[in-house]
């Protein structure tokens, strides 16, 4: 799981900022950037199948 730079529609495929692994259908974390940033600009939380299939993304939402 990743914070990426774009929207679900057209993604930086460089992450921005890395989030923990999905486990047991959740994820917990703290990023360490101001929530501003994150609105301000475009931004989109994107999972992937797994860290050998990162090119499988499996859901993305942006964060508006």
């Known amino acids: 799981a990743h914070i990426h730079e774009g929207t679900c529609e057209e993604l930086n495929p460089d ?4 989030l923990p692994n999905v486990s047991g259908g959740t994820s917990d974390t703290t990023v360490d950037v101001a929530l501003t940033t994150l609105t301000e600009s475009a931004f989109a939380i994107n999972l992937h199948f797994s860290d050998d299939e990162l090119g499988t993304y499996t859901s993305c939402g942006n964060i508006e």
């Open 15 to 18: 992450p921005a900022y890395g």
